[in-house]
């Protein structure tokens, strides 16, 4: 079998296949580049609706936004991307864009700002799960047509209120931000959805490349927007393979049959960079590693069983070992290096204070179920869970399914706890505050599954939420940093939320392989840039 057969058909690989017995190492393609990565979580590749983290991997390298980030530059902000220019007025509530000339989508047609307006429009009409995005700026289905408009090369957006500028372009850096091709989504419209039964598995971006194929549970194929207004990248293809085991990942690295292995555990990393021809890129993402207890639950939404569980948690233990090198302590909701983050860690695994918390509650014999998706890292975490727990008289059943199984659940308001990762959809506050500590609405029929405090059920104070508004709209810095260590606070004492680390990528890669970025604490994984 061919290397290039290989790479589209796999091979079977076990854990116990001896690394000694390897085949000779051989290479991929110059101008291909093929990544190991769970990708389970994907449920659409439509900008509008995508609000995971492998699809908004695929967003960042098919669609292009009004402003980007540069992934080999992303301590610099945001930088124009398809608007050359913006221009506030002088109320501060509307941001004119002047569009850059010479764009072009995969279909041929030229990017305008009218584009740019029905991709904005388009998503809050939609509103599919990071509609929230928008909205929060008053945008509504209702008024986009005149919030939202465009103007020959110009595209003008009105807030219902003044709002930082640079909390606006931060958020249009993210996935929902992505221009979509007008003429070609339209005329693959079915009954009034705008495109979205289309673009779920296809592309209309002017990005660096277009969607080849995407097999849900299998892979991702990309390659080359043939119309490109850009430098033409070197990896002229990217196939995204996913494997789920970290044992099988390093075995394909160090075969030769993939590039980079994004999901190798400590004793793999190790391992892999052992055997020589290999290197590891360590990168602080924005990425929270959770519990978060249902609201609904008559015992888990008592506040003193929410306190015991902060308790429960082995931090020190799991930090140590099997999350060593990949996973840092971490219990508020804004992460490292983000405006306003907080370097408090006031919990440690302590069972004789969750059994005082616990018997204030009245709580005695709980059986609850935890939801996790199989991911190596979240199964030991939910095990080690499971038997701290066991130490205090709770019995924890733990469901384990794919990525679309548990989010499904956890979305509905269904699992009793549930084990997960959140990564901030833009590098401001603002993208935690407002999901993990804002919940205006937390009736069943508000549907607001973008925000983490709703999927929980936690009925958010009126005072906690008003500090949230007030945070976004304050534009002294340094009040604002204040005023999010305040919630924060006030969060690490009252929610449901139980935040236990932040996420160290550790990429694994073919010593020849230059310049791959995960987008490090404010974006996603970026190809376009890549060299071996």
């Known amino acids: 079998m061919n290397v290039f057969n290989r790479l589209l058909t796999g091979v079977a690989i076990g854990a116990a296949v001896s690394m000694s017995s390897l085949a000779a190492y051989a290479e991929t393609p110059a101008n291909m580049l093929v990544i190991a990565n ?166 209309a971006g002017s990005g660096p490349y277009k969607l080849d194929s995407w097999k849900p549970n299998d892979s991702v194929t990309l390659s080359l927007n043939p119309n490109y207004s850009g430098e033409k990248p070197t990896m002229e293809r990217v196939i995204v393979r996913h494997v789920t085991e970290s044992a099988s990942q390093r075995l394909l690295l160090e075969r030769g049959d993939i ?96 059994k005082e918390l616990l018997a204030e509650a009245g709580v005695e014999g709980l059986e609850i179920e935890a939801g996790v998706r199989e991911a190596q890292e979240r199964i030991e975490i939910a095990q080690t869970m499971q038997n701290t727990l066991a130490q205090v008289g709770i019995k924890l059943n733990i469901t384990v399914g794919t990525a679309k199984q548990i989010l499904g659940r956890y979305r509905s308001r269904e699992l009793d706890m549930y084990v997960g990762i959140w990564g901030p959809d833009y590098p401001d506050p603002q993208t935690n505050a407002g999901t993990f500590a804002y919940n205006p609405d937390n009736s069943d029929e508000a549907n607001a599954t973008g925000l983490l405090a709703w999927r929980t059920a936690w009925d958010v104070s009126d005072e906690m939420n008003a500090k949230v508004e007030a945070a976004v709209t304050e534009g002294d810095r340094d009040k604002r940093i204040q005023m999010y260590q305040e919630i924060q606070q006030e969060f690490r004492e009252t929610s449901p939320f139980i935040v236990m680390f932040q996420r160290i990528e550790q990429s694994a890669m073919r010593d020849n392989v230059m310049n791959f970025s995960t987008g490090q604490a404010v974006s996603s994984a970026a190809y376009w840039q890549v060299t071996k």
């Open 38 to 203: 769970r990708i389970d979580d994907i449920i659409t590749i439509d900008p509008a609706e995508s609000f995971e983290f492998a699809g908004s991997d695929v967003s960042r390298n098919i669609y292009n936004r009004l402003v980007y980030l540069d992934p080999l530059d992303l301590d610099a902000g945001y930088k124009p991307g398809l608007a050359e220019s913006w221009t506030v007025s002088e109320d501060g509530k509307s941001i004119t864009f002047t569009m850059k000339e010479g764009n072009t989508f995969e279909s041929g047609n030229p990017v305008t700002a009218e584009d740019a307006a029905f991709s904005l429009q388009r998503a809050v009409i939609l509103n599919k799960t990071p509609s929230f995005i928008l909205t929060q700026f008053g945008f509504t289905p209702e008024n986009v047509a005149e919030t939202i408009k465009a103007d020959g090369n110009t595209l003008t957006i009105t807030t219902d209120k003044k709002y930082a500028t640079s909390f606006i372009l931060n958020c249009l850096t993210a996935t929902i931000g992505a221009v979509v091709d007008k003429k070609t989504v339209m005329a693959n419209e079915v009954d009034g959805d705008m495109g979205n039964t289309w673009l779920k598995t296809n592309s």
């Open 259 to 354: 590039d980079i292995a994004r999901n190798l555990n400590p004793e793999d990393i190790s391992g892999a960079t052992a055997a020589g021809g290999i290197k590891v890129e360590d990168e602080l993402k924005g990425q929270l590693m959770y519990l978060a207890l249902n609201g609904k639950h008559p015992v888990l939404s008592k506040p003193e069983v929410r306190q015991a569980f902060k308790y429960l948690v082995d931090y020190a233990g799991m930090q140590d070992s099997f999350l060593k090198g990949q996973y840092t302590t971490h219990q508020n909701f804004l992460p490292a290096t983000y405006l306003g983050a907080s370097k408090e860690n006031p919990f440690s695994l302590n069972i004789e204070k969750a």
